[in-house]
Nanobody
Framework: QVQLVESGGGLVQAGGSLRLSCAAS????????KGWYRQAPGKQRELVAT???????VYADSAKGRFTISRDNVKNTVYLQMNNLKPEDTAVYYC????????WGRGTQVTVSS
């Protein structure tokens, strides 16, 4: 079992920045993929960014140029630096880890005011 705890969400004005963190604990894989997803009210959960065990990254078009995903393998933590936030970025942000199975955190709310 892997437990994931997200933090760093909050309320920010358009154009502002937030840094999300997701700390993993439990049965940690030596090789895993990590990602950030988000779900806005009334919408399906969507990919924001992923990072492989070799730090290869993939971004949704909406995140390219504004968001950066990174990982600290010593701390077993994945981060999402979000800059130039827009109201349409408002959502609950979830991290996940693929470690044999797929594990999800409980999410952290990000609200961007115009």
């Amino acid at each position: 079992q892997v437990q994931l705890v997200e933090s760093g969400g909050g309320l920010v004005q358009a154009g502002g920045s937030l840094r999300l963190s997701c700390a993993a604990s439990g049965s940690i894989c030596s090789m895993d993929a990590k990602g950030w997803y988000r779900q806005a009210p009334g919408k399906q959960r969507e990919l924001v960014a992923t990072i492989s065990s070799g730090s290869r990254t993939v971004y949704a078009d909406s995140a390219k140029g504004r968001f950066t995903i990174s990982r600290d393998n010593v701390k077993n933590t994945v981060y999402l630096q979000m800059n130039n936030l827009k109201p349409e970025d408002t959502a609950v942000y979830y991290c996940n880890v693929i470690c044999g199975a797929v594990y999800w955190g409980r999410g952290t709310q990000v609200t961007v005011s115009s």
